[in-house]
């Protein structure tokens, strides 16, 4: 067996810890070719994690890992060592690689002056036998259907994998795989093979392809109808003689906070513009908050300028920095009893006015294109449109959209994401992006995105058993801190004492759910009247959306248990989910420094689901303390610590 070995070993770090050195092992990405086929293999403080796995693209039907060498490698300034790797027919292809302490990331630049077909992808992850394995079951753009399994690494052969997957290696190393940067290029999944391997490739929605419709939602037959590893065509970005895909992310920890606290993603992301954004994610414009919405709310007005203002008001009241006027807005000229002849802009301006009077800030939906079946739908698809409605929504004051129903994560619709941000960002306008794909990383290239929908949230609630299947909400939420937000915020639009509150969870796992499900634009989905009352109104209040510390407790099992202590200057929060089993035990306070504390504490009542209780204690912390907690299945637990 002839073996050409030229091996990525970005080694040892040396590391200053105080007065002393500390030697810190980096994680090692070794590429090698063995009879003519393109392999890597990956090593975590000395041991493997991934075994020799194959590299490689299937480009206008030829498999670019196979009968290669290694002709060169050189390593860059970024830390980036880059392979030129020869096929026997004279191409040339590059993959470039970077190793960091907590994971490897590589990605394929191709050389093109014009279209290129790809038809699959054979980039692959194998793992060692008795890895456990945590992922959902279908495309993030079909978010309503995010049923979360729990297997053993041998038994996914055929499944679909949506990235983030997390696995945990029999030795206890837990490890996510992800992508990054995706720009001018389809979005990917992962699929099952044997071997105890997963394998990057493409999906398509059925619909699409057989309406020719490129975008949006299709018609309701082929919601969840994917087709795997559909040909589709790719020329070079902006005028460049290459293809460069997404960074493929591998993710590595010997815990759950470590693996929660990966930064792979932000170092691989391209930096943002500085024509559109001076100041980066500090940009003046950009402020995220706390929103409020009214499509979960109850009653007959919900979509009224006259209830709208009524959620104004009391976002005024709970101190919340802005309003989202959802799906029915455009129809206002039609559907408002006082329309009086005024267009859906005067009335919008109108609100925008009220609760910019009240320190309130308005943002509008839209979707993306024309629903199949719906006669009113305008979209963004049209350039003229979008142009038109940017400029409308700056003009009167809106500050922010939330743009739905793209339902695919192909290049057309990877492009017009990408121009929606450029265009809005012109127009100094936030947006979050609904039933879409999972955070690539272009929420750091384009920072007024502020978050993506791409989850089973509480919209879905009373769909269980129809058309929103999925597994039960206790285990769903205790899974979702270490799978799905691993890619960045989600839009789960958190917090409902009402319909949308699932009976299997009680109140106060709900309000613990804004502390663990965070995001920069936080919408919240309960009733107005339901948080004005709610007797823990003060973590509505004062619930941060950017913090700037975050810590799993060692207590927390995926899909068991979610504990996240997160602090925002010298206060810390502790937000506990707990899963189907009651738990009666004890949490880890070893993430607060030694001292006194004042407790404010929001907990479940006995047995009953609807009822927090708010009570506050005095607590002195040292080394080791423990914090007895008792919880429900699907029960919650919050805490305010402040040092006194």
């Not at 190393?173 to 093979?193: D, K, Q, S």
């Not at 899909?559 to 899963?579: F, H, M, Q, T």
């Not at 009542?605 to 002195?620: A, H, L, P, Q």
């Amino acid at each position: 067996m002839k073996i050409n070995r030229l091996a990525a070993r970005l080694c040892v770090a040396l590391l200053a810890s105080g007065p002393g050195l500390v030697w810190a092992q980096q994680a090692e990405m070794n590429l090698k070719v063995t009879d003519g086929r393109l392999t890597y293999d990956v090593e975590y403080q000395g041991k493997t994690v991934i075994s020799a796995s194959p590299l490689g693209l299937n480009v206008d039907r030829q498999m670019l890992g196979e009968e290669v060498r290694i002709a060169a490698n050189a390593p860059a300034g970024d830390g980036t060592v880059t392979y030129t790797i020869e096929r026997a027919d004279g191409q040339t292809y590059y993959v470039d690689t970077r190793a960091f302490d907590n994971g490897v990331a590589l990605r394929y630049r191709i050389s093109a002056d014009g279209p290129r077909c790809i038809y699959s992808e054979q980039t692959s992850y194998i793992f060692p036998a008795g890895t456990h394995v945590w992922y959902a079951s279908g495309p993030f753009q079909y978010g309503w259907i995010q049923a979360y399994q729990d297997r053993g690494i041998e038994t996914v052969n055929g499944e679909l994998l949506a990235p983030p997957a997390t696995f945990r290696l029999p030795d206890g190393t837990y490890a996510a795989i992800t992508e990054a940067n995706l720009f001018h290029y389809h979005g990917a999944v992962l699929f099952g093979r044997e071997g105890n391997r997963v394998q990057w490739g493409y999906v398509e929605n059925k619909g699409h392809l057989e309406t020719g419709i490129v975008t949006g939602l299709p018609p309701t037959k082929y919601w969840h109808e994917e087709v795997r590893d559909w040909p589709w065509i790719v020329t070079p970005r902006d005028g460049a003689d290459q293809i460069v895909t997404p960074w493929r992310i591998l993710m590595l920890a010997d815990n759950l906070n470590g693996l929660v606290n990966n930064d792979i993603i932000a170092q691989v992301s391209d930096r943002p513009d500085p024509k559109l954004f001076p100041d980066g994610a500090d940009t003046e414009w950009i402020r995220p908050g706390r929103s409020v919405f009214t499509w979960l709310t109850e009653g007959p007005d919900r979509l009224s300028v006259a209830n709208h203002k009524k959620y104004v008001d009391g976002a005024a009241e709970l101190g919340l920095q802005s309003v989202v006027v959802d799906d029915g807005w455009e129809l206002w000229a039609k559907t408002e009893k006082e329309a009086n002849g005024r267009s859906k802009w005067e009335m919008m301006k109108e609100l925008v006015d009220y609760a910019a009077a009240k320190g309130v800030d308005i943002w509008v939906w839209r979707s993306s294109s024309p629903r199949s079946g719906n006669t009113t739908d305008i979209g963004l698809v049209d350039a003229e449109e979008r142009a038109n409605f940017m400029k409308k929504c700056h003009e009167i004051g809106v500050k922010g959209l939330k743009i739905d129903f793209f339902h695919t994560e192909n290049l057309f619709t990877v492009d017009l994401m990408e121009t929606i941000l450029k265009e809005a960002a012109a127009n100094q306008l936030m947006v979050i992006f609904h039933g879409v794909n999972k955070l690539t990383g272009d929420n750091f290239t384009y920072p007024n995105l502020l978050a993506k929908e791409a989850v089973r949230g509480l919209e879905t609630v009373g769909g269980e058993n129809s058309w929103a299947p999925g597994p039960p909400w206790p285990y769903h939420n205790t899974v979702l801190p270490f799978t799905r937000w691993l890619a960045g915020p989600a839009d789960y639009t958190p917090l409902n004492f009402r319909q949308f509150c699932p009976p299997s969870i009680s109140f106060t796992h709900q309000l613990a759910s804004i502390y663990m499900f965070t995001s920069p634009m936080l919408i919240l989905a309960a009733d107005m009247e339901d948080m004005l009352a709610c007797p823990g109104r003060q973590f509505i209040e004062e619930v941060p959306v950017v913090w700037d510390e975050s810590r799993v407790l060692d207590e927390s099992r995926i899909g068991e248990l979610a504990a996240i202590a997160r602090r925002k200057g010298d206060v810390w929060y502790l937000a506990v989910l707990n899963g189907e089993q009651a738990f009666d035990g004890e949490l880890s306070l070893d993430f607060l420094p030694a001292g006194n504390y004042r407790m404010t504490v929001a907990s479940d009542e006995g047995e009953n689901y609807k009822k927090i209780v708010m009570s506050t204690d005095k607590i002195r912390v040292k080394t080791g303390r423990k914090l007895p907690v008792k919880l429900l299945s699907g029960g919650g637990y919050l805490v305010k610590f402040e040092k006194m």
